[in-house]
């Protein structure tokens, strides 16, 4: 297991942007996927993006083209820049992360990722 920690969420009118950021150690694994996930009150945690070690990148289709998944790996830094952001992308994220993924074989479920941060809430009015 990996040590995360999730932060920037916060609360924005809808429109605005985050971005959040997750900490992680130095990844030494040659295959490996990051992700990010959300999750309402009483509903699943769900995928909202993810990339691997390959360098490919995937977004949940309520997403795509308005989040951007990227990394810092001089700084052991993953982020998800959120723009344009609606009402119904209130929730709590989570930074995971899973080894031994590749995203060429498909978007991973949440029972894949072994280690998990704590969440940071996102609220969109």
């Known amino acids: 297991h990996v040590q995360l920690v999730e932060s920037g969420g916060g609360s924005v009118q809808a429109g605005g942007s985050l971005r959040l950021s997750c900490s992680a150690p130095?990844?030494?694994?040659?295959?490996?996927?990051m992700g990010w996930f959300r999750q309402r009150p009483g509903e699943d945690r769900e995928w909202v993006s993810g990339?691997?070690?390959?360098?490919?990148?995937d977004y949940a289709n309520s997403v795509k083209g308005r989040f951007t998944i990227s990394t810092d790996n001089a700084k052991n830094m993953l982020y998800l820049e959120m723009n344009n952001l609606k009402p119904e992308d209130s929730a709590m994220y989570y930074c995971?992360?899973?080894?031994?993924?590749?995203?060429?074989?498909?978007?991973?479920?949440?029972?894949?990722?072994?280690?998990w941060g704590q969440g940071t809430q996102v609220t969109v009015s």
């Open positions: 995971a992360h899973a080894v031994g993924w590749r995203l060429v074989w498909g978007r991973p479920d949440a029972s894949h990722f072994g280690s």
């Open positions: 130095r990844n030494s694994y040659s295959s490996y996927c």
């Open positions: 990339l691997d070690g390959d360098g490919l990148e």
